[in-house]
Every structure is written in structure tokens, then in C-alpha cells.
């Protein structure tokens, strides 16, 4: 199975350091929706790991959250791209829990769940604890430069990084690396 984990807030939607909170809220950064839809053509199954702590924090309730995925959801539909399973924490830090990213254990409910083992699986993520969680699970660690790590776009890297980790502009720029990989350089590409 070809597997790939991204991170929801600042990966595949716009940020906020209010919580994204309502549906009106949840906005697709440019080409990221495409992006999704370009992996899953190339027979790639996508899951989400997240950590959503505003719910622990009271700031909005499960049926907010599930309605902002029926957005992401019909609007993947929209441009051809799915979204196989959302898997996310939501505890505040202070529950101190095991699926709250950088902890690994949203990563490992997704290779339970799936029944696949995670060395390997390319995860992306725009902060150090995306990336910790997914490392410490075993997968490949991909960091864009959206969302908190926009920053770093003209140089530098955020501390703490997992060894190895690749860096990509954006959502789109990461699919485009994986989709080169695994496609051999002496096969002809048909559009």
C-alpha cells in the first residue's frame, strides 16, 4: 500500500494562531486540494494526523470538527482527490496523551488501523512536532514551508528537525518529489 501522512492546519488549510475553529474557517492553502488529488490518481491513499487541542480547550466541539472535514472532503471531491481517514488528537497538551503530536501515537493508530508498517511512509507537516511524531513512528520526514514554517522559506530551519528531513515549498512542491521518486527515470511518462 503507498501511504502518505500529511498534517491538516498549515499543510493542507490555512493557519491560525486563534484555532481554526468553523467551516468558514477552513480554507485550502493554493494547489493543496490538487496536490492530494495528484497523489491519489497516482494510487497513493492519503491520512491526516492532527492535532486538534481546541477541542480539549473548549474553543469548538466534535460536530464543528467534523463539519470543516465534510468541507475539506467535498472539496477534495470536487477537484478529483480523497482523503482516506482524518486521525487526530483532541486532548490540550496538559491531558499530556500519547496521540498529541510530537508523540507518535496518531502515527501508530494510522499503521494499526491500516494494517501497514510505517518505515518509510513519507509524513509532511509544517512544524518540528509533525515531523518528530512521524520519525519517531518510522516514517520519512518532508517539512513545507507553509503555515508556521512559512519563515523559513528564505533560509534557516526551525530547531530540533529529525535527521533527514526534506523540504519542500508547499503541499504541491512535496507531491511533486514523491510522484518524481517513484516514477523511473527510464520509463516514459503518458499524459
Partial sequence: MKLVILDRDGTI???????VKTPEEWQPLPGAL????RLNHAGWHVVIASNQSGLGRGLFDVASLN??????????????G??????YCPHSPEEQCNCRKPLPGLFEQIGSRFGVPLKGVPTAGDTVRDLQAGSSAGCEP?????????QYRHGGQPDGLPVGTLFHTDLSAFVDFILQRATPTNQTVHN
Fill in 13 to 19: 488549510n490555512s493557519d491560525s494562531d486563534d484555532y
Fill in 34 to 37: 490538487e496536490a492530494i488529488a
Fill in 67 to 80: 463539519a470543516m472535514h465534510a468541507k475539506m472532503h467535498k472539496m477534495l471531491a470536487a477537484v478529483g
Fill in 82 to 87: 480523497r482523503v482516506d481517514a482524518v486521525f
Fill in 142 to 150: 518532508h517539512l513545507v514551508l507553509t503555515g508556521k514554517s512559512e
